[in-house]
């Protein structure tokens, strides 16, 4: 297969697996043997997985969101020949705030959740940890440019990057979901 028809087909790919998160219920990432080895310390561990129980935009939870970002950055920085391997972890670890942002500013009286989390992210990130600039760089930037200071590699701004088009694709689903509910009800009405 020529190259840039595999690339169009693994962009296609790419596409389908951002918008339906099934593949992340269903642990598929563990087939990609070659991304899982990257990530597999993170994949264990305690602090990660208690990210299961945040929802991020509408069904997904910060877990699934954080996988979808850093196997998409990952494919990508694979594909640009750019060092893959810390794209994954700070795609993984990019939101690892650890509460619920939705209820966050009633209980704590932080209403800044958009600009402060990549720095809370960062600080549980060193806790469990040993992170690479490149890493350290990607989770903490992730938010640009609602955080003013851009990403330092091009690795985080992959990272960056994939944040974006996996939370539009997360609301896209949410509002496509309310729509057909509307619909049905409509209908039935
Ligand atoms: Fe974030
Ligand atoms: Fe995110």
Redesign the pocket.
């Known amino acids: 297969m020529k190259k840039k028809e595999s690339y169009y087909l693994m962009r296609e790919q790419l596409k389908e697996w951002m918008e339906d998160s099934q593949w992340i219920i269903e642990e598929d990432y563990i087939i990609d043997k070659e991304y899982y080895e990257c990530v597999k310390d993170i994949f264990q561990n305690k602090a990660f997985q208690s990210m299961n129980q945040f929802i991020?935009h509408g069904n997904t939870s910060t877990r699934a969101?954080?996988i979808q970002?850093s196997y998409l950055a990952y494919h990508i920085a694979k594909e640009k020949g750019l060092d893959y391997v810390s794209t994954a972890r700070a795609g993984l670890l990019?939101?690892l705030f650890l509460y619920d942002w939705h209820t966050h500013a009633k209980e704590t009286g932080n209403r800044f959740h958009g600009f402060t989390h990549p720095k809370t992210a960062l600080k549980n990130a060193e806790k469990e940890f040993n992170l690479n600039d490149i890493e350290r760089n990607g989770i903490v930037r992730?938010m640009w440019p609602l955080t003013p200071i851009p990403p330092k590699y091009k690795e985080a701004f992959l990272v960056s990057y994939a944040?974006k088009y996996?939370?539009l694709a997360e609301v896209f689903t949410q509002w496509k979901e309310r729509a057909v509910q509307a619909m049905a009800k409509l209908t039935n009405a």
Do not use: A, E, R
């Open positions: 991020q969101h954080c970002v990019h939101d992730h944040d996996c939370t």
